[in-house]
């Protein structure tokens, strides 16, 4: 089972800043998972909120800031100035980070709340321009945003995300419309499901695991991946399962 880290090393780190997803590649772990929208001039950012009130001192919509506006925002409120000025990071700028890094990033489209025109051509043209292809996934909210990456380039991994009560007969829904991966919440999700997603080749990575025995339930139900806050204590214990058989 993979372990991915969920806005970088966000448990301890301010979420999806770089300083989140370089302590997050030093735990080794498997990947990380990151969000992208658009700025107001049409740059791909990474951040969660379509608003910045919750992480950083700002107010207001991701779209309505330009960028050189938007990176002013320390988005390390959360953590009351713990680990200084942490900007909003250009997913460019993450691109050019992630092209060294042994990892895999999982990059959620943010088209489910505000549908950002032209958000999956700008991201896939950052992928292909660090050569980040074969390194890469995309999952989001809006199955339609999964189907336009697809339209750009038929050889992309991509998974459905769906919220905690998830959807029947989910191993064939994502093998209907070609989507490689399923991505629930890990409440709603069963074993039969897990079984139903392999029968139709269908990887299964669930979200947010933080506590063990969840973390242990998806390894015995054969989950792909698991996407944490806490990668490090994630990846130590699969690694310690691994080399005991």
């Not at 990176?71 to 409120?77: I, M, P, Q, R």
């Not at 990456?149 to 989910?170: F, S, T």
Request: hydrophobic residues 30%; charged residues 25%; contains cysteine.
């Amino acid at each position: 089972m993979k372990v991915y880290a969920h806005r970088g090393y966000s448990g301890k780190y301010p979420e999806n800043t770089m300083l989140a997803f370089q302590k997050a590649a030093e735990t080794g772990c498997d990947g990380i998972e990151l969000d992208v929208q658009l700025t107001k001039d049409g740059k791909v950012v990474v951040i969660h909120d379509e608003a910045v009130d919750r992480t950083t001192a700002g107010t207001g919509l991701v779209k309505d800031y330009t960028y050189e506006e938007l990176k002013k925002l320390d988005a390390s409120k959360l953590f009351g100035g713990k680990y200084g000025f942490c900007p909003i990071p250009s997913f460019e700028e993450y691109c050019q980070w992630a092209a060294d890094q042994d990892l895999v990033t999982n990059i959620e489209i943010k088209t489910g709340i505000y549908y950002y025109e032209g958000l999956e051509e700008k991201t896939l043209e950052l992928v292909k321009k660090y050569g980040l292809e074969k390194k890469v996934f995309y999952s989001s909210f809006n199955h339609m945003s999964l189907i336009k990456v697809k339209e750009l380039d038929p050889q992309a991994v991509c998974g459905a995300l769906l919220e905690h009560c998830g959807i029947g007969n989910a191993g064939y829904y994502c093998k209907r419309f070609g989507l490689e991966a399923y991505h629930p919440g890990y409440k709603g999700l069963t074993e039969e499901t897990v079984k139903g997603c392999r029968e139709n080749g269908i990887q299964v990575n669930a979200w947010t695991i933080n506590d063990m025995g969840t973390l242990e339930q998806l390894y015995e139900w054969g989950c792909d991946g698991a996407i944490t806050n806490y990668p490090s204590v994630c990846k130590s214990w699969v690694d310690s399962r691994k080399n005991n058989g």
